[in-house]
């Protein structure tokens, strides 16, 4: 499976992004999928993730009510819509796919989002 990720940018605090995340190769709709971000200097940290059928999401702390998970099946593809943004948001973000005991067996490389205050 491989996962590549899309929509990251530069934009200013309080504003938005959209990232959208295609898996292709052997693809399952029965994966969980989801998004880690690492901001420089700091440990990778789970975002947010979601079941099969969409209607169990699951996010840190730090972005609920301001980050929206949701799929696409026919499309394979995941989406994180971001709003409010702050500078503390400012990372990598990498998308996953299928969750074992282990963690998530699939991992895209990465999509840079920049929030300046």
């Known amino acids: 499976v491989q996962l590549q990720a899309f929509g990251g940018g530069l934009v200013q605090a309080g504003g938005f992004l959209r990232l959208s995340c295609a898996a292709s190769?052997?693809?399952?709709?029965?994966?969980?999928m989801g998004w880690f971000r690492q901001a420089p200097g700091k440990e990778r940290e789970f975002v947010a993730s979601i079941n099969w059928s969409g209607t169990s999401p699951d996010y840190a702390e730090s972005v609920k009510g301001r980050f929206t998970i949701s799929r696409d099946n026919a499309k394979n593809t995941v989406y994180l819509q971001m709003n409010s943004l702050k500078p503390e948001d400012t990372a990598v973000y990498y998308c996953?796919?299928?969750?074992?005991?282990?963690?998530?067996?699939?991992w895209g490389r990465g999509t840079l989002v920049t929030v300046s205050s």
């Open positions: 190769g052997r693809t399952s709709s029965n994966y969980r």
């Open positions: 996953v796919a299928d969750r074992s005991l282990r963690g998530y067996n699939y």
